[in-house]
């Protein structure tokens, strides 16, 4: 066992304080990796504040986390001690079920080991997210990480890339399709990124104007105001795909009229309230609605692996932990641009 320090929400009413957890002892499978950066997503605001469901407290946030290496297990055979690693939204899965050995362990049918909010498999041990010093985790569950690309702004890829990477690479976009993405925030942003790196022509959609400029410099070739009236008009039936990352409440039907037929609108965003879809806006141009939930360990690799080539990152603030209830009071404003990320050598002074 090791003492990690760490914030934790105790309750759901209460703010983040620092906190102090014991991680296992390595064992033969398992790496410890010293967490240097640690992304903050809006899910991390939702379960600490128990809003999709009992949270488990304490809680400790934090599934986009980066380090490096100081220990491994004695079976550990594709890590050693002194490499950059990271660890992304779950630690473990059932490993026999189909979608775990078709690589797809984000579905296992028993259900994923979140990184944090969770009980290991033994089905009584908390999990403990990134927001702290260190984490020991299972060889088979971590991932490489490339020194080629800053590692503070690699971090938020273990979450919001991987989950606009996964169904961007599972309908196939590029060269030759016209890709739309609803809302630039932490998961539109990369949106943009791959989409534009896969050879699509990409149109962000949006309903604030000032986020026409910042489209532009992410690589966006159009922007529509989802205000604007006849630019939507002319829109209408013109995209293969629509990646809807959008969290707030909103009208998909809006949107589906703006598909070609045949096409597809991703949703990865979470409303907190239900969309009321007609079945004549599907089946009059036989278009559909999919669902996607980040990637496996294999494609998450794949990503990391594409965004070193491809020189893609996250566009980040780098913070201290002492200010993570400020980034959370931030974020529910939209104020970040485009993801906070948290410096964890703030944990350790």
Known sequence: MSL??????????TPLAP?????????????QIEILYCGVCHSDIHQARS??????????PGHEIVGKITAVGDHVKNFTVGDLAGVGCFVDSCRTCDNCKAGLEQYCDEGMTSTYNDHERD???PTYGGYSTQIVVDEQYTLHISDKLPLHAVAPLLC??????????????????????????GLGHM???????????VTMLSSSPSKAADAEKLGAHH??????????????????????????????????NLLRTNGTMIVVGVPPEASQVPAFNLIGKRRSIIGSLIGGIAETQEMLDFCAGHNIVSEVEVIDMSYINE????????DVKYRFVIDLASLKQ
């Open 160 to 185: 919001a890339g991987i989950t606009t990477y996964s169904p961007l690479r599972y309908v196939k976009a590029g060269k030759g399709h016209k890709v739309a993405v609803l809302g630039l925030g």
């Open 19 to 31: 906190f102090q957890l014991e991680r296992r002892a390595v064992g033969p499978h398992d790496v």
């Open 327 to 334: 980034a959370y009071s931030r974020m529910e404003k939209s």
């Open 51 to 60: 809003e999709w469901g009992p949270a488990i407290y304490p809680l400790v």
């Open 123 to 125: 089905g009584k041990t």
């Open 191 to 201: 949106a943009v990124k791959f989409a534009v790196a896969f050879g699509a022509e």
């Open 223 to 256: 922007f529509i105001l989802t205000s604007d009236q006849e630019a939507m008009k002319q829109a209408a039936g013109t995209f293969d795909f629509i990646l809807n990352t959008v969290s707030a409440p909103h009208d998909y039907n809006i949107y589906l």
């Open 4 to 13: 990690a320090n760490a914030y934790a929400a105790q309750d759901a009413g």
